[in-house]
């Protein structure tokens, strides 16, 4: 059996011109391609003709074990050698070691997993992505502007919410908006005069004129803050002007009933601007959806933000007791991403009473979490067992992009739907704003950078199959390439009109110093 599983391999059909005219292989099967006998004659001048019968070599599963074996047991045992065949190294592997990992290899046994054509569940594994892929990045993977945004600006710039608003507002409805701001802000006012100054217990809210003031049946006159910008004063009472003696003060209400009926007047002013907001979507449709999709990805970029802070930052944070901190902030998801990645390790702790014998304890084999943990111990384990008998694995999965992805990200700023990024800085000479300029862009499709329509010589053969070519065509990577950075960082090259006219700036200096 030695000698038999160390040649588990394809080998040439050898040559067999003087096996039996007969072959005992079976020509109609579809695991056997074996050629029939031919005929071809032979004529020879003065003689009768002679016939030649040649001999086809045998084809298919087990034909190099022709005449060593029964076609039934050597068919068998090449489908088996062509089956090995798929485990990476399996014919350099000793018999020995081969046996011995293959008798302590773990299966499936208790999980319930049915055989399926994904290597995991697409929908549990979707379901998890949401509540640990958090970032804005490829993927969900964290960027620095998921932490630092706001301060950078980079998510947000070219997001110009206030430039649209200002082109689509119109005059109604800003003015519903300041009676709907009165309207919530509704509040009664309430003061006292002592003879020479007036007390103010509540200046009130949502006055949108100047309300009427008595003080003991005497008028007196209210000012209010007019400001819209300023809602510390805007519809609220700032003073009232009065000359008498000491008596009871009585504030005329804001308009609208108080509450709740003010819930009443409330609706109407929000149907009243949905009415407004409803034409201006019709009349300024493409500024208008423009202002929507801008403001949605604000809002979804702040609030990334203020989740990593939380989730992805091992920080301190202080609370109002200054001898009280916060030190668990950031538990989710990062304790949940290092226990998993930690699992590989803890499925070789298989003594008593330590982590593998734990986790199977407390593991629920009636859930997929459970049988899921279960099953990534045993592989780990075999792994480690295939790993010792010379057989390596193709299992493990990169934490970088793939290089085509990489390059797309790069040149083109975005890729797997993450938000893009553009960069603005201020020329400090001009006052003028820079930002960069791409030079072209990346096609995955061909994996090539074009630039003003044509593809970036990077030195490669022009022809197929041709050994013309720079060896070092791949020098540089995209990183750091300023063609497929051009969209990213800052203007550091010259263009070439830029470069003529610096060496003749330079030529200009150079002459007049001498």
């Known amino acids: 059996m030695a000698g038999f599983f160390q040649n588990l391999r394809v080998v040439s059909e050898r040559n067999a011109m003087d096996a039996p005219a007969s072959s005992a292989y079976d020509t109609s099967s579809t695991n056997t391609n074996v050629t029939p006998s031919g005929t071809e004659q032979i004529i020879t001048e003065g003689a009768q003709s002679n016939t030649l019968t040649i001999q086809a070599i045998p084809q298919g599963f087990g034909a190099y074990l022709d005449g060593i074996l029964p076609p039934d047991i050597a068919k068998a045992a090449g489908s088996f050698s062509v089956t090995m065949q798929q485990i990476k190294n399996i014919s350099s592997v000793p018999i020995e070691k081969f046996a011995q990992v293959v008798n302590s290899l773990e299966t499936i046994k208790g999980l319930g997993v ?9 929908t549990l594994a979707q379901q998890g992505l949401s509540l640990l892929a958090l970032g804005s990045g490829p993927a969900g993977t964290y960027t620095m502007s998921d932490f630092i945004g706001c301060m950078t600006g980079l998510p947000y710039i070219g997001l110009d919410i206030k430039g649209l608003i200002q082109q689509i507002e ?8 300041k009676q709907l701001y009165l309207a919530v802000t509704w509040e009664q006012a309430t003061a006292t005069w002592n003879g020479s100054s007036f007390t103010y217990t509540n200046r009130g809210g949502g006055y949108p004129s100047a309300p009427s003031v008595t003080v003991s049946g005497n008028p007196a006159t209210a000012t ?3 400001n819209s910008e300023d809602i510390t004063t805007y519809g609220r009472i700032i003073s009232i002007s009065y000359a008498g003696a000491a008596g009871a003060v009585v504030i005329a209400p804001p308009p609208g009933g108080g509450w709740p009926t003010m819930n009443t007047v409330v609706q109407g002013y929000i149907d009243n601007a949905n009415t407004e907001i409803a034409l201006i979507q019709t009349n300024n449709t493409t500024r208008a959806n423009q202002l929507n999709n801008d403001w949605a990805k604000s809002g979804t970029q702040l609030s990334i933000e203020q989740r990593a802070i939380a989730t992805g930052l091992q920080v301190q944070v202080p609370l109002a007791d200054p001898l009280d901190k916060l030190t668990d902030l950031a538990q ?17 702790d298989t003594k008593p009473h330590m982590i593998a014998q734990s986790l199977e304890a407390i593991s629920n084999l009636c859930t997929p979490g459970g049988e899921s943990l279960v099953g990534l111990m045993r592989e780990s384990r075999n792994k480690n067992r295939l790993a010792a008998a010379g057989i390596p694995l193709d299992n493990n999965i990169p934490a970088t992009l793939p290089p085509t992805e990489n390059k797309e990200l790069i040149a083109n700023g975005s890729v797997l739907g993450s938000s893009p990024a553009k960069l603005e800085q201020v020329d400090c000479p001009t006052g003028d704003n820079i930002s960069p300029a791409a030079a072209g862009y990346y096609n995955p499709t061909d994996d090539r950078y074009y630039s003003d329509g044509a593809a970036l010589d990077i030195g490669e053969a022009v022809e197929p199959g041709s050994f013309a070519g720079s060896r070092y065509s791949n020098l540089i990577p995209p990183e ?35």
């Open 114 to 122: 049915n055989g399926t054509s994904v290597p995991v569940d697409s």
């Open 170 to 177: 119109t005059t109604a409805l800003y003015n519903i908006y």
């Open 224 to 226: 209010i803050g007019t």
């Open 332 to 348: 989710f998801p990062t304790t949940q991403i290092a226990f998993v990645d930690s699992i590989p390790q803890f499925a070789l």
């Open 480 to 514: 750091l390439s300023v063609i497929y950075t051009s969209d990213i960082l800052l203007p550091s090259t010259y263009s070439v009109q830029e470069a003529i006219d610096e060496v003749i700036r330079c030529n200009c200096d150079c002459w007049d110093n001498i």
